[in-house]
């Protein structure tokens, strides 16, 4: 089994108010770059940053790489338009950061990086992937990528309380700028991308119509932002089998929504609820109260767990969190900011599904 996980960065994230990492503007594009580092290493090695929430919630990478200590699997990290350098090795599909959508053009080379991601997702051997995905800013650009196509969803976020009205603002701003309206490209999801999306979903889209093409089984492991890509598969006019794996923490604050738009796009949908309740930790109290509740492939790694495992994944969990420097007492009840144990000292929240 193998997990391929793009990674990029866009301007959008920089918006005011659509994003959980907006109180440190100068570290956000650090971000992914320090994801794929915890994700292949257990810990930032390279990235200034620990992205770790003030009340102690950490990135998704920490479960993704959690589920790695326990069931096993490649991964691919595919530079998608990473901002900063990460010491994570990376697989370059040509893509430049993402401009802010409010922009005529978000992504200029869209039609290139799908083409690059095409070429590289027929190369995998693996019988099974896994493709998720790192980028701050992604559901407020995966809402403007649904708009542009016609679909009518709404998208998660990784705050308790989803800005989700000032993201639909964002997203009338940024069609009015690419002279576009909603279901202007139903039949055109590269365009969809190139106006008012990111360069990650160019990737993942190329990723994962490739991979189809030699028949190889594709889980999307993610939320709402996973959504999108399979709603541009299909508007693509692409009918393979698709299933979608996420977390409990964006299922049942989508309240039936996600259900039916994956039934709408034919797509199977599995969530996975990692039991984080059954545990006194911070962090896995964070992620109860509505934190993070996805993002670097979360779900698609736990959809790998079986029950026998689940609790070792916890396991595993908190001593990642002790490496990231957060104490996981939360007996008292307060969520302080953690201090940071790395050379690094930064600390920044990201945003569902995987960024901010």
Known sequence: MRIVLPAGTTE???????????????????????????LEYGRPTGAPVTPVSPTGCPTPAAVTRAVREVVGFEVTVV???????????????????????????????????????????????????????????????????????????GVSSSLPDNPLERKRAVVEEALAASGLEAGDCESAPIEAIRAVGDPVQATVFGLLAGALETGTEITLGGGTQMVAIAAALRHAGIEASLTIATTVFVAEKRDGELEAVCDRLDCELRVTDPGFDRRDHV?????????????????????????????????????????????????SGDLTSPTPTDDHGGSLPQEEDSGP
């Open 12 to 38: 959008t994230a920089r918006i005011e108010g659509i994003s959980a990492a907006g109180a440190a503007p100068t570290l956000l594009a650090h971000t992914p770059s320090a994801d794929v580092e915890i």
């Open 79 to 153: 530079d998608a338009g990473l901002a900063k350098p990460t010491a994570a090795p990376t697989v370059d599909v040509g893509a430049e950061p993402g401009a802010d959508i409010r922009d005529p053009i978000a992504v200029p080379d869209a039609d290139a990086i799908y083409d690059r991601a095409y070429t590289l997702g027929t190369t995998f051997p693996d019988s099974k992937l896994v493709i998720g995905e790192t980028i701050p800013g992604g559901t407020t650009t995966a809402l403007g990528v649904l708009t542009a196509l016609g679909e009518s969803v």
């Open 283 to 331: 962090s896995m109290a964070r992620y109860c109260a509505g934190e993070a509740k996805e993002g670097v492939a979360m779900g698609g790694a736990l959809s790998l767990v079986g029950d026998e495992e689940m609790d070792t994944v916890r396991d595993r969990f908190e001593a990642i969190c002790t490496r990231l420097g957060i104490d996981g007492d939360d007996s």
